[in-house]
């Protein structure tokens, strides 16, 4: 707290110094002013020169996911059908015309090399998705199946109709 003293006089005689509520900011002022020129010098100094040398990046820009190749099999009638795509097959011909659709689907994929021996792609490119109506009997999905496995298509996977 500051104290003031006012003009002999004008207090009626009496020597009281008041006591004002004003804060003294002015050794405020002069602490802020110290510190601001310590780190104007401290500044430089604290920026060194590291010199870093960073690998390159190593990464393959990553490829669009290949279209996946679906086969379908419904009874209607009595009868069993067998789609590849949206195009209906005999079941003689479902393994050759599967592997003709996914390589469309899978460029620069081959059956052999890339899923079979190697593995080194990922399963999905090398997936084949099986889907059967709710009235197909269980063993001509099985016989879809087979006929994929013999034409070299290991990664089968069964998918459920959705009904939404």
């Known amino acids: 707290m500051a104290g003031k003293v006012s003009a002999p006089g004008s207090g009626g005689g009496k020597k009281r110094l008041q006591v004002t509520a004003d804060p003294n900011v ?70 050759a015309r599967t592997k003709e659709e996914w390589q469309k689907n899978a460029p620069g994929l081959d059956l052999i090399e890339d899923c079979l021996v190697m593995e080194t792609t990922s399963n999905d490119a090398c997936r084949i998705y099986v889907r059967g109506s709710g009235d197909t009997q269980y063993r001509n999905v099985v016989r879809a199946m087979n006929q994929l496995q013999s034409n070299g298509f290991i990664h089968i996977a069964l998918v459920a109709e959705d009904r939404r």
Not at 45 to 71: F, H, K, L, Y
């Open 26 to 95: 002015i050794p405020f002022i002069d602490i802020m002013l110290v510190l601001v020129i310590i780190f104007m010098i401290a500044a430089p100094i604290s920026s060194v020169d590291i010199e870093v040398n960073m690998p390159d990046a190593q990464i393959d820009p990553s490829r669009r996911p290949p279209r996946p190749t679906w086969i379908s099999v419904q009874e209607k009638n009595g009868q069993v059908l067998y789609f590849v795509m949206n195009e209906e097959v005999p079941v003689y011909e479902l393994g």
